[in-house]
Structures are given as structure tokens and as C-alpha cells.
């Protein structure tokens, strides 16, 4: 039996039409195919010119961050970060082991420049400052000119108030469009001074813990001392904020973002989601409200600019954290006899309100002068 195949059968009209459509469908997708292309290329071209204008595109002393790579992104900022708080926490360590004046001394002039010349009053029953407070609040001190002075400001060149100027100039752009602040920022970067000079060192100091400064002899060219290590924390903590603002980002997949510290003060109610805590808290894991006894190492937001709104314009800059804050809680060192309530650094005697550098928003201020002026 043979087999009787079944024919489809149009007009010629009908197979005319649907050829002339393909046709079509087929020049349309090409054009698109080319016009992609071209977008490809000039995308290319755009970045080409960015790392051009960055030094990205070379193996240049900026490009080429402390960890081996062209761009920085979280992990290896939390990395650099771990490095510098186990070299503030060993300074600090050997100025509690071998002090140049008695703790209580110490323990004044750091609780002076914590709460920047208006101390809380120590009660007449006070106990005497032992090693362990001692030792957390250096930390603090340090940890606080860090971030006040060297990550939030950009430094670029030995003078300060240059480096203020620069620093309001990024902000300015950053505020009108960040990508062009990035590559202002980055390139601005390419002339900055290679090392933290001595001056530069006891600029921050005298600015930020000028008490400490005076009573550990910091202000002297005293070499060899336990105290004189500071030097060399400060010059390990520029090194890190230029990791930070003279690299590109590759953090999130956003290159126009920028990082600012925030140091949470003494006294203020602990935040989960901006502070992670060195010691066990028992308050804590009872649920009871816990303070923060001291910080350790500042926390670390990454700062972005918002979705366009209607009318093309971002929104408020959006902050990530990428590192909490370390800190050590009220409980804790009450626990070691530094802090009892009524005669230590309780809020209830000082009545502390949350500091400007980290609100519970996170949401660090701009930078500014210590006198008030840009």
C-alpha cells in the first residue's frame, strides 16, 4: 500500500506576506544586534577613558592596593581592618604594661578626650583604674582619631587644612554625582604624600587626645618608649584609609561608592546591627539594656547615592555597613571593678546622648574641623 503524504498547500499571496514579515523580523533584529554593538563599544571606550583618568590602567603605586589587587571590596577591607585593630590593641597593651604615669592620670586625660573636654565626674568612692579599663579606653582614643581624623578626611597632603578643603570639595561632588566624585577622589589620590609624616602624627594627636598626648609624652621625640609606638599605628592607619579611598571598589558591584568610620561613644545603647561585641555580655544575653563600655575599633560604612527619583534626581545616599564597630559593654567592665554605677561612667550620672559619629541610623557626619571651620 503506498503512502499518501499530506501537503500544506498556501497562496502565493499568503507565502509572499509571510516572507515579506520574516524579512522584516530579521533586518530588526539585526539592526538591534548592531546597535548593541556599538553600545558595547562605547561602554568600553567610557571605561577605557575612567581608568585612564583613574591610573587604574597601569601598575601604579594607587591601582595596586596593600593586598595585591586593583580594586578593594569587603573582604579584604575586613581583612586590613583585623590587621590594624590587632596593632592599636597591642600598643595599647604595651602602655598598660609598662605606663609613664599612674593609671588614674591616664584614666582622666582619656575619659577628657573621649568626651572631648567635658568628662563625666568621678564620685569620691571611685575605685582606682586598673589595667583592663585602662587599655580599653586607649583603644577608644585611638580608635576615635582614626576615624575622626584620618578615614573621614581625605588626606592628600601635609597640610591640614588643605586636606579639609579637599575633603568638603568631594562631598560637594559626591552630592551631584558620584561616579564623578570617584574618579576625582581616586585621581586626586595619585599625588597624595606616600607616608604619614611625624608632623602629620602629632597634628592628629594634638587634635584628638591632646590630654593623652600631653600626659604619655607623646608630644616629645621621645624614641624607644612603649607610648611612642602610636606613631606607627597612625602610620599603619593611613596606610589602610588609603586603601580605602585611593583604590576602586569593586564592593557590591558599585565602583562610585566610598567608605566612612564611625566610632559609637561611651554610655550609648548598644545596636546590633552596628556593633559587635569583643567580650561576652551578660545584660545582653539576660535581654536587659546594655551600654557601650568602650570602642575599640570603629565601625565602616560604605556610602553610595540613592535610586534616581521621578524626576532624575538620587534620593538620600544610602549606607551599608561593612564592618560593625568593636566594642566592650558597660557589664563587662564593670565586671572587672573599673565601673559601678553612680561613681564611674554610667549615663544615668552623665547623662550621655548618642554621639554625632553614629546616630542609630548609621548615618556618619561630614567631617569637620576641630575649631569649627573648613
Known amino acids: 500500500m503506498a503512502y499518501q503524504g499530506q501537503t500544506d498547500i498556501v497562496s502565493g499571496e499568503q507565502y509572499r506576506y509571510a516572507l515579506t514579515n520574516f524579512r522584516i523580523a530579521h533586518e530588526k533584529v539585526e539592526e538591534q544586534r548592531v546597535q548593541l554593538q556599538e553600545q558595547e563599544k562605547q561602554v568600553a571606550l567610557l571605561r577605557a577613558r575612567i581608568a585612564l583618568l583613574e591610573g587604574t590602567n597601569q601598575n601604579s603605586h594607587l591601582g595596586v592596593s596593600k593586598l595585591g589587587g586593583n580594586s578593594v571590596d569587603d573582604f579584604s577591607i575586613k581583612n586590613a581592618a583585623s590587621g590594624l585593630e590587632r596593632q592599636i590593641n597591642r600598643w595599647a597593651a604595651d602602655v598598660t604594661r609598662a605606663p609613664p604615669v599612674p593609671f588614674n592620670t591616664i584614666r582622666q586625660a582619656a575619659l577628657t578626650d573621649v568626651f572631648d573636654d567635658d568628662p563625666p565626674e568621678l564620685g569620691p568612692n571611685a575605685p582606682n583604674a586598673t589595667g583592663i579599663q585602662i587599655q580599653n579606653l586607649l583603644r577608644h582614643a585611638v580608635s576615635k582619631t582614626i576615624a575622626?581624623?584620618?578615614?573621614?578626611?581625605?588626606?592628600?597632603?601635609?597640610?591640614?587644612?588643605?586636606?579639609?578643603?579637599?575633603?568638603?570639595?568631594?562631598?560637594?561632588?559626591?552630592?551631584?554625582?558620584?561616579?564623578?566624585?570617584?574618579v576625582w577622589r581616586r585621581q586626586t589620590f595619585t599625588a597624595a604624600v606616600e607616608s604619614c609624616s611625624e608632623d602629620m602624627s602629632r597634628f592628629f594627636l594634638s587634635e584628638h587626645m591632646p590630654n593623652l598626648t600631653k600626659v604619655l609624652g607623646l608630644d616629645t621625640n621621645a624614641k624607644g618608649t612603649a607610648a611612642s609606638g602610636i606613631y606607627l599605628v597612625l602610620e599603619a592607619a593611613y596606610e589602610f584609609s588609603r586603601?580605602?579611598?585611593?583604590?576602586?571598589?569593586?564592593?557590591?558591584?558599585?565602583?562610585?561608592?566610598?567608605?566612612?568610620a564611625f566610632v559609637p561613644d561611651v554610655a550609648i545603647a548598644m545596636n546590633p546591627r552596628q556593633i559587635e561585641l569583643v567580650k561576652r555580655c551578660h545584660k545582653t544575653e539576660r535581654g536587659e539594656l546594655d551600654r557601650v563600655g568602650a570602642t575599640v575599633f570603629p565601625g565602616l560604612v560604605k556610602v553610595s547615592r540613592g535610586p534616581q527619583g521621578p524626576n532624575g534626581v538620587s534620593t538620600e545616599d544610602v549606607q551599608t555597613v561593612v564592618r560593625r564597630a568593636q566594642v566592650i559593654c558597660e557589664c563587662a567592665l564593670m565586671g572587672t571593678g573599673v565601673v559601678s554605677p553612680g561613681v564611674g561612667m554610667g549615663p544615668g550620672v552623665m547623662g550621655v546622648s548618642p554621639p554625632p559619629s553614629a546616630p542609630p541610623s548609621v548615618s556618619p557626619q561630614p567631617y569637620a574641623h576641630p575649631h569649627g571651620g573648613y
Open 148 to 182: 575622626e581624623g584620618i578615614v573621614n578626611c581625605l588626606i592628600v597632603t601635609d597640610s591640614p587644612e588643605a586636606n579639609i578643603q579637599l575633603t568638603r570639595i568631594h562631598e560637594h561632588i559626591f552630592s551631584r554625582d558620584a561616579t564623578v566624585a570617584a
Open 243 to 260: 586603601m580605602l579611598h585611593g583604590a576602586p571598589s569593586s564592593s557590591g558591584g558599585s565602583v562610585d561608592a566610598f567608605y566612612r
